[in-house]
């Protein structure tokens, strides 16, 4: 009966015994208060210094309190306590293994200089205050390769790269020896080892022993020696996370090598080749609702990001506490590979499934280690060529259940990781502790371990978090159409929220207008005819495309061979804007980059890859896909002077489509110079979209300048091109977004007019069999 004593205990129920043995049946004689059976921790801590203390569930079994010191300071000698089962807070001690009675806030120093080869620094002190500064200096013979002087931040971290001293006489360079740390070896031919280990009180991230080897560097990654209240910087994160996950994930073959240097290694797929990720989401007692509510919405965001890529990505999420949960499993495909379900599922989970508390990570690692079983036995062939990713995120340490390394060393052995050449690249485990309350070493234990990388990211707080997912999408590969980020980094030149976006400026003695226009490949734009004269067709130089950061000028101009603009002059109509469509050569081609990249084309083989739909895919089907509604949600790209900047915002429109079409184009005999038209098919042929006057919806109207801008749509984390603005029936900037209900736009229909850019384009972008009528 102990046994069942000390279980319960530890849920935080304490139940009452008798002389005879402990009885786990309610006594109706007994007359406890609910009070009386839950156990838990005083909620009076305080801290010394002038801090607060926060708790979580209420200071329940298991629940953490947490210490919050003001700017500058951090909390001594820990930053969290949890609440034990006989309703204590857990014992602090300090780095020498101490007992402190009382926490306090101490002033945010940062790691002395221990040691310097082959030079010297100054000044020597046992700790730096911020804005203190470190000086370095080689001896003769000796070149410097890092920070001649670094500065001490408030966040208790160095400025600038570690300072080396190195003659070049050996073979594997001079490693380096980071502050706060002491190196044993002093030796650097191959087979030569170093091991360095960080002074009481620090913390060893990277490689606590590198080996110099054959090919002249060394094994490992650079080590560092972190204190307990120091976190990465998002702009760290983003860039080494990001290097080797999201933002440089390349689809390529396996022998395509990157064509620059990169933060981190680069994760290779097939095109078309599969990634399975598996992402566990501590859903412990330390976890707040709030919390957890905000690291979903962060999962979330991190799941619509890596929906951008031409890559088939399967799911595997798991929650854990004391349990492991799955939210989405990898059983069922129909699931795991289509994202709506697998953020649905997300969505809808709740954390009160988990009914206990406790940190079980062991769990989550083993439920999605049988899940690999189990896929290796139904197609292991299959199974040998996915690349497994697992994106750990975490505030606590794994307090129950077994030892998690135990089991990632079985998942490795599975995918052996160890025993066959190139497999290493077949499994990545990045680990994210957010808050104070992460346990780094058991974080850095199981994290990978891979040359030249970081797997472990620690970060002050959730909301570091989702800044970091939202900026790992910076992917610059030319193939990859249509995608973009939520929101420009700041500081950055350029629009990547809209990065296909660019403006045409158009000069001539007797002409001077801007146009908009979309980047279709590194070197083609495409626009609106009547954006030029007979002018520019004849001297192409006199146009300049701005896009992103950067502008070109045109090489040649091709306008569809129908356009007419006098065509119908004959009717008296001034203006005909039939086929009102135009391609820009470039005389120099477009660096794809985050801030200039292509959109889609529907009925291209990369519309279909970024539809996720199979490749044989029709040009008919792409057209079911995006008009599926008669009204159909779609964007334009509009600039607007907002204090006293030039500013471009995405606008909403709804695309008319079957009975509404024709409502909808029929207001074109409002605008002006066609009022004298009796059948407005005249003017507003089967080639054009209409957008405006929606009963239902708000809806905004282009301007002029708009001209030649994309009308798209967004599907599968994704944009598509379906129209080019080309005239609308109101032109009033003042009410672009409460214009008149009359007011109608329209729009070249791409569907309409493939077979002309397929026969520009061909060589540049693959398109799917056209059909007969376009």
Partial sequence: ??????????????????????????????????????????????????????????????????????????????????????????????????????????????????????????????????????????????????????????????TGTIPICDDGASD??????????????????????????????????????????????????????????????????????????????????????????????????????????????????????????????????????????DVVLNYEVISYASKAIE???????????????????????????????????????????????FQRAKQADHFQKTRHVFIILTDGKSNTGGNPVHVLKKIEYLLGIHSEPGRQDYLDVYVFGIGPGADRPQLQSIASSKDKEQHVFLLKDIKDLKEVFDQIITDTNANMCGISQEKDMDGKPGNRTHPWHVEVKVTSASHRDNCKGSILTNSWILTAAHCFTDQHLRRPETVTVLYGASSG????????????????????ITDFYDYDIALIKMENNITISEDARPICLPCTKDATRALRNPQVTSCEEHEKEFFKLEEIPAFFISKQIIDKKDVTNKKSVYIKHGHKKLSCDTAAKDAQGYEKVT????????????????????????????????????????????????????????????????????????????????AHLAKDIEFTDLPAHS
């Fill in 1 to 158: 009966m102990l046994h069942l004593l000390v279980a319960l205990l530890y849920t935080g129920f304490l139940l009452k015994s008798t002389s005879q043995e402990l009885s786990v049946d309610p006594d109706p004689d007994d007359e406890f208060t609910e009070e009386d059976k839950i156990i838990s921790c005083p909620m009076t801590i305080s801290i010394l210094g002038g801090g607060t203390v926060s708790y979580s569930e209420e200071g329940k079994v298991g629940s953490m309190l947490t210490y919050h010191c003001p700017p500058g300071h951090y909390p001594y000698p820990t930053i969290s306590r949890f609440c034990q089962a006989i309703g204590q807070w857990s014992a602090m001690t300090s780095p020498v293994g101490q007992r402190v009675k009382n926490a306090s806030c101490r002033k945010i120093t940062c790691p002395p200089q221990l040691e310097f080869e082959n030079g010297d620094f100054q000044p020597h002190k046992g700790s730096f205050q911020e804005g203190e500064t470190l000086h370095f200096m080689c001896h003769s013979g000796y070149t410097l390769r890092g920070s001649p002087v670094r500065n001490c931040t408030a966040d208790g971290k160095w």
């Fill in 172 to 309: 594997c360079p001079n490693p380096g020896i980071p502050t706060g740390a002491i190196k044993t070896g002093s030796h650097y031919r191959i087979n030569d080892k170093v091991q360095y280990r960080c002074q009481t009180g620090l913390l060893l991230f990277g490689s606590s022993e590198r080996v110099c080897l054959e090919s002249l560097e060394w094994s490992g990654s650079q080590p560092y020696c972190y204190s307990q209240f120091t976190f990465h910087s998002t702009k760290d994160v983003i860039s080494s996370f990001g290097a080797s996950l999201s933002a440089v994930m390349e689809v390529a073959s396996d022998d395509k090598k990157p064509q620059k240097k990169q933060f981190g290694r680069t994760i290779k797929i097939e095109k078309d080749g599969k990634l399975n990720i598996y992402i566990l989401l501590d859903t412990s007692g330390s976890i707040t609702r709030k919390d957890f509510e905000e690291a979903k919405s962060t999962v979330i965001q991190l799941i619509e990001k890596l929906e951008s890529y």
């Fill in 327 to 373: 939210i989405v499993s990898l059983q069922y495909p129909e699931q795991s590979s289509d994202v709506e379900s697998v953020l649905y599922l997300l969505t809808n989970f709740q954390p009160s499934d988990h009914n206990e508390t406790g940190t079980n990570l062991y769990a989550a690692l083993d439920k999605a280690y049988n899940m690999m079983v």
């Fill in 553 to 572: 000028k045109a090489k040649n101009i091709l306008i569809h061979p129908k356009y007419n603009i006098v065509g119908l002059r004959s009717k008296n």
């Fill in 679 to 758: 059948e407005v098919s005249e003017v507003v042929t089967d080639r054009f979209l209409c957008t405006g006057g929606s009963q239902q919806y708000k809806e905004s109207i282009t301007c002029k300048g708009d001209s030649g801008g994309s009308l798209f749509v967004q599907k599968k984390r994704r944009f598509f091109q379906l129209g080019v603005i080309s005239w609308g029936t109101v032109n009033d900037c003042k009410q672009r977004d409460e214009p008149p209900s009359g007011a109608r736009d329209f729009h070249i229909n791409i569907l309409k007019v493939l077979p002309w850019l397929k």
